[in-house]
């Protein structure tokens, strides 16, 4: 719980700080680190504690003693980061989070709410069945199967979330929502058929979907904020995309024993499939994802002098 809310508390001021400091050519630069430095972090994680699950009995020996060590070191590289807004005088109300969308970003964060709670939906379904999954209806026994499944996704995630920045932030969100689409799919038939070689396929194409659907995101909100409301916005999106990670995976939780693991999948892979199609539907209509020259350098520019978002 306390890891739970200090990354909760964080990524919404970490997402706004890489905004504030993104070059004025790359403009995007920003929302594409925040993407991809999550799935990476998050394939580091899974990988390397799926391996240790297979070469030593107490991986938990290990793995909180190198993670405590890591969050020391980076709190120490956090302090060098600069301030991008005028320090104001400390109070204990300024540590408060804080969470809201102004009028002038709610059509984007609505147009984009379908991608984010699909993409995360179904990173939702490998976090929390895919060990099982593996094992129990791939019948793969090799132990870190089900963290390297959960890496490979995150790896192909942070690929998808590189290879947004060739396209608008509407057309990355719509190829990333098609990616989702077939992703599921793959992975419904290698439910059926017990293929472990279609499920790292189906989830190399859904990894690459959420990729690309939470960075077109990302790019089409952070445009329409400010400096002093980027942090509350991107809370805000963090909000919506933990709810849709967790909400459905305590679901499949709670249903796997009265239902069955395999029935279970079916239904979670269903349930991310449908959420991808109505993104996908949403996203080939939505306005909201459309340029209009460069927003995001109009969005600068409509700043008071010298303010840049607070990290």
């Known amino acids: 719980m306390v890891q739970g809310i200090a990354t909760g508390t964080a990524t919404g001021g970490l997402a706004a700080g890489l905004v504030g400091l993104s070059p004025e050519r790359r403009p995007q630069l920003g929302p594409t680190m925040t993407a991809v430095g999550t799935s990476i972090g998050m394939a580091t994680g899974a990988g390397v504690v799926g391996l240790l699950v297979q070469l030593t009995s107490r991986p938990d020996g290990y793995v909180f003693p190198v993670l405590t060590l890591t969050f020391v070191v980076l709190a120490a590289f956090i302090l060098r980061i600069p301030e991008t807004l005028a320090p104001r005088a400390f109070r204990l109300a300024s540590l408060r989070p804080r969470v809201r969308v102004p009028r002038e970003a709610r059509p984007a964060l609505l147009a984009s709410a379908p991608a984010l709670v ?31 499944s959960i890496a490979a996704l995150f790896l192909a995630n942070s690929v998808g979330g590189f290879s947004s920045v060739r396209y608008t932030a509407r057309l990355a969100t719509l190829r990333g929502a098609v990616l989702l689409i077939l992703g599921a799919f793959g992975l419904a038939v290698a439910i059926a058929v017990a293929s472990p070689a279609i499920y790292v396929g189906g989830s190399v194409l859904a990894g ?15 445009v329409v904020t400010t400096a002093k409301s980027r942090s509350e916005v991107f809370s805000a999106v963090y909000v919506i995309s933990y709810a849709a990670l967790s909400l459905p995976s305590l679901a499949a939780g709670l249903a796997a024993p009265s239902w069955g693991l395999e029935t279970t999948g079916y239904l979670y892979v269903g349930f991310g499939g449908a959420l991808s199609v109505a993104a996908a539907l949403h996203a080939g209509r939505s306005r909201a994802h459309r340029p209009t020259g460069d927003p995001m350098r109009t969005a600068r520019e409509s700043e008071p002098h010298g303010e840049r978002t607070r990290c």
């Open 118 to 148: 699909a993409g995360w939906a179904i990173t939702g379904l490998f976090l929390s069945l895919t060990p099982s999954l593996v094992s129990n209806v791939l019948h793969v026994r090799f132990g870190a199967a089900g963290g390297l």
């Open 208 to 222: 690459l979907g959420v990729g690309l659907t939470f960075n077109g995101s990302l790019r089409a909100i952070s």
